[in-house]
């Protein structure tokens, strides 16, 4: 059980268009999901977090703009990088929460994004 | 400022010889522990948690972890090592007021024949 699904898993695209990613919890509802970026041999860093039916919260120094989220339902989130820039280049790990407490976060797969 | 360490980048060990990975964090209060196992290419597996109770906590493929309040750390620990238990490693901690979790920078570990 609890088991996180991400597609797709990579993708390459052209400067200045938008890339949309799915995250999806497969055997449970995720009352929370995070969004996290991993550049290479670096740890994670935490993007968002969202709850379903509500508007994300960024952490400090991320674009809401560029980095869309949405969490339309509670096995569904998605992060749209708008008008992507090869900076933006990196590995996009989702993980959804169920638990009440303590409230285990289970990662997806990852889904490395290269912008040329 | 909160913060995880994994002062190991690396930890490089013979298989069927303990292993240890170290953890220390600075939270406030009495934060919930984890460790993930994260393979090439891959999304981070749960090893591990600690929220409460016995300071020594077991976990997935014989893993396990032990509490230290007193000196604030987590060490991961495994008694027979094996090759197919190389990867990358983090610790993560997440303080009690709030869902995130703050990840340590990782470490390897490369288990050889």
């Known amino acids: 059980g609890a088991v996180v699904s991400q597609h797709p898993s990579w993708v390459i695209c052209k400067s200045g268009t938008s890339v949309k990613i799915e995250c999806r919890s497969l055997d449970f509802q995720a009352t929370t999901m995070f969004w996290y970026r991993q550049f290479p041999k670096q740890s994670l860093m935490l993007m968002a977090t969202s709850n379903e039916g509500s508007k994300a919260t960024y952490e400090q120094g991320v674009e809401k703009d560029k980095f869309l989220i949405n969490h339309a339902s509670l096995t569904l989130s998605t992060l749209t990088v708008t008008s992507a820039h090869p900076e933006d280049s990196s590995f996009y790990i989702c993980?959804?929460?169920?638990?009440?407490?303590?409230?285990?976060?289970?990662f997806g797969p990852g889904t490395r994004l290269l912008v040329l | 400022a909160q913060s995880v360490a994994q002062p190991e980048d690396q930890v490089n060990v013979a298989e069927g010889n303990p292993l240890t990975v170290k953890c220390t964090y600075s939270?406030?209060?009495?934060?919930?522990l984890f460790w993930y196992v994260q393979y090439p290419n891959r999304g981070l597996q749960f090893l591990l948690k600690y929220i409460t109770g016995d300071n020594l906590v077991k976990g997935s493929y014989g893993f396990e972890a032990e509490f230290n309040k007193s000196q604030t750390s987590f060490h991961l620990k495994k008694p027979s090592a094996l090759v197919s238990d190389s990867a990358l490693y983090f610790c993560a901690v997440r303080p009690y007021n709030t869902d995130k979790l703050i990840f340590g920078t990782g470490t390897r570990l490369q288990v050889f024949p």
């Open positions: 993980s959804a929460s169920r638990d009440r407490s303590p409230r285990v976060q289970y």
């Open positions: 939270v406030s209060g009495n934060p919930y």
